[in-house]
């Protein structure tokens, strides 16, 4: 669902594009590498056209798996590679990707999510940029009349309205993130790291212009991906939403993407010795009997992360269903409970034994 | 020659101190973003300086730029409330080292106060954490709370109200708490799965439990030990346990003086303990299920001596504690140990040994055949229970530049 808006959405942007308006030499690497960010997305010239996000030379549109859930939220992905550099494979975490790589993401809502090429409000444009000293995060706001999306270091909120796939109204007290915040999640060992492209959650086709293709083997066949292994050999994060999926796999995948990014041996809940990666394979670890350590009233009076065939009885699934600062998880990037992730996770609780 | 040097390095000390600059924010107008942009534009040696006034917060604040120092007017004078907090774990989090937050109060909080993640040198210092409406279990855990850091100053911090621990330091090394207040917490300090913590000179009152040294499994930092408790008065901790189901402090009995649980090498000294109505000093086993083979639940090593010990132990508030009290000739004793002796690690062939050194007496032994087998108990009651003195663990010696804040 999540991939084919992805891929529409992509389509409709080349489709809609006007004839360039703005400036259209190649993306702006020396602005990317720059220590000082520039003020407005447009100096990046990631887009040929910035408004419509024409995607400009080098700047591939990719979608996830399993994503973050972000207060529905519809999110396009992009990578930009510069010229002549590649991603180099790896079996687990993110790809590495070269000084110069820039991950591209665009939050937005269109007014009926029913209808997602229609009437969409972009929120922010983040930008993840790979410079010599490291990765950098920042955050681009799109102004009210949709023509530019200016830096916002400090995090900002915006009331949001759309009407949800049910067809019910719903209001959003939307967080745009501060350059401190993007870090709590992105972060490995203390340092900024990126987080969706792993080959796992990248492992699934993605309808380009040209046509729909695996992109493991589109990046491998354009040259965007080096030292990939034959494709039997490729790991994948299962598609949360899709029924087809054993619920296991769904529900370790939607834990993986919602909650492993800080719940990991290297994340930001190190601490908690709650690790929810998909990678993790001790019980213990990923809930299974484990009490809480920092919780405080986040327990919600239960005393087990994870009860087997309980969901009713596993602070996880109590975590989700809050809203409340200091209770809800994801700490951070909802303001709302997402009740169909709540419901694949509430699920797989159930049918564990 | 060496007037030579001097004057160079005078230089670059003035140089140095001429980079470093104070960014004043004051109150009035969108305090979120004045604040967090003043937090993300410090660079290394910068102050931040917090005007006198109250900021009401929409979000928690963060900090992950190293070598700054987060200064208000004083606690009565800078007031950061967090009431209207719409997201975020905590008030307040750092993530870079050497970083000194003073001076300052934080209000209702909705998650835990302040915390560091991280952090090597991280000072708190004449701080206020409160939760206004008093003890509730919907107020946040934790008010001061260093966690996975190393180097840790907590002096002259007041902590009012926290569901969990009042000051909580989890995972840590190398850690001063002294001249603090917790008040109205369900623990009023906690020192867990952390190595070299000196606790001395703070006031513990109206708490469910007073001060707690506990080590727990499953958690990265294993292995907790070497905490002396020295010099404070823990007095009266009188406020009904109030936290919720799941949290470990949720189990601390009410009118619990010093708990020490797991752990090695924990030495409790030069207190005066007095008004608990549970115990002055319980030394127990961790009793929970756990899956962790790397995981001793028993205290050993343990030291309780010359504490001022007073009126505690009249009503202890566990379970078949008044038949213990009862058997015991009314009250508790004023050291309570479970007993528990016999742990072997997988792949050990004999018990790892226990030692005590229990000379506040009366000493009451459980004689727990495992942890937490209260139906196993052959509570007997000695003068003193001493296996000889326990080498004390040496001071804890911070860096130069947070010793003398």
């Known amino acids: ?353 | 020659m060496k007037g030579l040097l001097i004057t160079a390095a005078v230089a670059a000390l003035l140089a140095g101190q001429a980079q470093a600059k104070t960014l004043t924010v004051t109150p009035g107008g969108d305090v979120q973003e004045k604040l967090q942009t003043a937090l993300l534009d410090a660079k290394p040696g910068d102050t931040v300086m917090i005007a006198a006034g109250r900021y009401e917060l929409t979000d928690g604040l963060s900090l992950d730029v190293a070598n700054v120092t987060v200064k208000g007017a004083g606690p009565d004078a800078t007031v950061l409330s967090f009431k209207g907090q719409k997201s975020s774990g905590e008030g307040f989090l750092i993530t870079s080292n050497k970083v000194t937050v003073r001076d300052l109060s934080m209000e209702d909080s909705k998650g835990d106060g302040i915390k560091s993640k991280g952090v090597d040198q991280i000072s708190f210092v004449n701080l206020k954490v409160v939760w206004t409406g008093g003890p509730k279990s919907t107020n946040g855990a934790y008010g001061v709370y260093p966690v996975s850091s190393t180097n840790v100053l907590i002096d002259k911090v007041t902590v009012n109200g926290a569901s969990d621990a009042g000051i909580y330091v989890g995972q840590s090394k190398n850690i001063v708490v002294r001249n603090s207040t917790a008040e109205f917490n369900v623990a009023g300090i906690e020192i867990e799965n952390s190595m070299n913590a000196d606790v001395h000179d703070n006031l513990s009152t109206h708490n469910a439990g007073g001060i707690l040294v506990f080590d727990l499994p499953n958690l990265p930092q294993m292995g907790g030990h070497s905490t002396r408790v020295f010099h404070n008065k823990v007095v009266q901790n009188d406020t009904k346990n109030f936290a919720k189901k799941g949290a470990i402090v949720g189990d601390v009995p009410t009118g619990t003086g010093v708990m020490v649980m797991a752990n090695r090498d924990i030495h409790v000294f030069d207190n005066d303990i007095d008004q608990n109505q549970t115990a002055a000093v319980m030394v127990v086993s961790y009793t929970q299920n756990y899956d962790d083979l790397t995981y001793n639940p028993l205290p050993r090593d343990i030291a309780v001596h010359d504490n001022r010990i007073g009126k505690n132990g009249w009503a202890p508030q566990f379970p078949g504690g008044d038949v213990i009290a009862k058997a015991m000739g009314g009250t508790i004793p004023p050291v309570v140990w479970d007993g528990v002796t016999n742990f072997t690690p997988k792949g050990m062939t004999a018990p790892i040994a226990v030692h005590v050194h229990f000379t506040d007496g009366p000493v009451a032994n459980l004689h727990f055949a495992a942890p937490g087998n209260v139906f196993s108990a052959k509570p007997d009651v000695k003068p003193t229970l001493d296996d000889g003195p326990i080498a004390e663990p040496k001071p804890v010696v911070l860096p130069k530049a947070q010793a003398g804040l």
């Not at chain 1, 083997?217 to 034959?230: D, K, N, Y």
């Open chain 1, 1 to 353: 669902m999540r991939r084919a808006f992805a891929a529409l959405a992509a389509l409709a942007l080349l489709g809609a594009a006007p004839a360039p308006a703005q400036d259209t030499g190649g993306v702006a690497l020396k602005a990317l590498l720059s220590s000082t960010p520039a003020p407005t997305l447009a100096a990046y010239r990631l887009f040929t056209d910035d408004v419509a996000q024409h995607a400009n030379t080098g700047v591939t549109p990719y979608a996830l798996n399993t994503p973050l859930f972000s207060d529905y939220a519809e999110k396009s992905r992009f990578l930009y590679l510069p010229p002549g550099k590649h991603a180099a494979y790896r079996p687990e975490g993110a790809v590495e990707l070269p000084v110069g790589a820039t991950l591209i993401k665009t939050f937005a809502y269109p007014a009926d999510l029913r209808r997602p090429a229609e009437a969409v409000r972009r929120i922010e444009t983040r930008l993840l940029i790979h410079r010599r000293s490291g990765w950098v995060a920042l955050t681009y706001v799109w102004n009210d009349e949709q023509t530019q999306a200016v830096l916002k270091r400090a995090g900002k909120r915006l009331d949001v309205s759309f009407t949800d796939a049910h067809g019910q109204a719903r209001q959003v007290d939307y967080h745009v993130p501060n350059q401190n915040q993007c870090k709590e999640c992105h972060s490995l060992s203390g340092r900024i790291a990126p987080i969706g492209v792993k080959a796992r959650n990248l492992n699934g086709v993605f309808a380009y212009a040209e046509g729909p293709e695996n992109q493991l083997a589109h990046w491998t066949r354009t040259g965007m991906l080096m030292g990939a292994p034959t494709p039997d050999k490729w790991p994948r994060t299962a598609v949360w939403d899709d029924p087809a999926e054993p619920l296991a796999a769904r529900g370790r995948a939607y834990l993986d993407g919602n909650c492993g990014h800080c719940h990991n041996p290297k994340g930001t809940a190190s601490n908690t010795g709650l690790f929810l990666n998909l990678e993790e394979a001790r019980p213990a670890r990923y809930g299974i009997g484990k009490r809480p350590v920092a919780a405080g009233k986040g327990s919600g009076d239960l005393e087990t992360d994870l009860v087997p065939g309980r969901p009713d009885a596993s602070i996880i699934a109590f975590r989700m269903a809050s809203t409340e600062p200091g209770v809800m998880m994801p700490e951070l990037g909802r303001s709302i409970v997402h009740d169909e992730g709540l419901a694949v996770v509430r699920d797989y609780i159930a049918r564990m034994h």
